[in-house]
């Protein structure tokens, strides 16, 4: 009776943790579970992904990274306000790429548009005048950018690594035709990725604990 009560406990406890949940979080996209880094010559910057928005480009730009695409590429344009954008795996690495990186590179995606706004963090995907042109180069928004609205794939936003940003925004650049082009070389050092426990799944393992409710919690790294 005593585990039963405990049990029914844990359940109203998780029911409201689901509303406050989805309430804090209803104005923007829910991340998925996975976390990339892009450690540059600059600093780090994480991003995840959203899912839920743009299910084929997060698919694509996170296998470009399990197998090693983005390693050795780089920044090759920073506009100040505007956006930071990583060029194409096919063209932008400094490093040969095997033949399984090059296939998924020359790969173009569908744009998957959305009602999400182009806002300072947000990955934003690359393409030319051909809507379904996106391969692997994309932007990180340093600005509010509402002309992309709609019109451009958005598939993430940066979590950590704002003052990465900011320092790149503070480098010399020239200007080439409409683009702002960084003068220094911002590299893709090392690029890795891992899987995040969100609190939501944290929160329940402890109530468990403390109700005696037995719980496996998996965590993948």
Known sequence: MCRDKRVSIFIAYITLLSFVSKGIHASEPE?????????????????????????KTVEHI??????????TNHFFRVDKGFVAQVADVAGGRSAPMNEEQRAVAEKNVVGEFSEVKHVRGILS???????????SS?????????????????????????????????????????????????????????????????????????????????ISV
């Open 31 to 55: 991340f998925g579970s996975t976390r990339v880094v892009f450690q540059t010559n600059y600093g780090d910057i994480e991003f995840g992904f959203y899912p839920s928005v743009a299910p």
């Open 62 to 71: 996170f296998k470009l990274v399990r197998l090693g695409g983005y390693n």
């Open 125 to 135: 995907m690359g393409r030319h005048a051909d809507p379904d042109s996106g391969s």
């Open 138 to 218: 994309f932007s990180m928004l340093l600005g509010d950018a509402p002309h992309l609205d709609g019109t451009y794939a958005i598939f993430g936003k940066v979590t950590k690594g704002d003052e990465t940003l900011r320092k790149l925004e503070q480098l010399p650049t020239r200007r080439e035709g409409i683009f702002v082009m960084n003068l220094m070389h911002i590299i893709l050092l090392r690029i890795y990725s891992w899987e995040e426990v969100g609190t939501y799944a944290f929160v329940c393992w402890l109530i468990m604990q403390r109700l005696d409710v037995g719980l496996v919690l998996e």
